[in-house]
């Protein structure tokens, strides 16, 4: 997904608010170019909307501002250039936020193989497949 367009891989984009599009950080990839542009973003808080609005909002707003693309392994997004506004816009519209809840990714609930990591703390959330999967692992077969 790296490539000389795009500096900054996540696994979702959050469109918390309108200017505050992200790439949700409990998973990034990034180059040597992408780094040099993140990095003066990067801080550690214990206050999850420091975090939020500085790290994920500005890292993400940071590489757009630079002229460089984004993007996550959703499907939605498959393809899509971030630096067309009106387009992102509208797609957003469709999925305006935080997508680890249940239901919350466009009436469905995210499924582990789209994006390998997901966020299991959340009310509702994969509750019945993760507890199958760990009993599975758990399993002497």
């Known amino acids: 997904m790296l490539n000389d367009q795009v500096k900054l891989v996540g696994l979702a984009i959050n469109c918390y608010q309108k200017s505050k599009l ?20 990067m801080i550690c808080s214990n206050d999850k909307i420091t975090v939020i609005e500085q790290t994920e909002v500005g890292m993400t707003q940071a590489v ?12 939605y997004w498959k393809d899509h250039d971030f630096r067309d506004l009106n387009s992102t816009e509208k797609k957003c519209s469709i999925v305006p936020n935080d997508i680890f809840f249940a239901n919350a990714y466009n ?26 999967y ?8």
């Not at 992200?22 to 990034?28: A, D, E, G, I």
């Not at 760990?134 to 077969?141: I, K, M, P, Q, S």
């Open 64 to 75: 757009l501002h630079e002229g460089y693309n984004i993007a996550c392994t959703m499907q």
């Open 134 to 141: 760990t009993r599975w692992a758990l399993a002497d077969f």
């Open 22 to 41: 992200h790439v949700q950080s409990f998973f990034l990839a990034t180059d040597r170019r992408g780094l040099d542009i993140i990095m003066p973003r």
């Open 107 to 132: 009436g469905a609930t995210p499924h582990p193989m789209e994006f390998v990591f997901v966020k299991v703390n959340r009310p509702g959330l994969m509750n019945g497949l993760v507890k199958e």
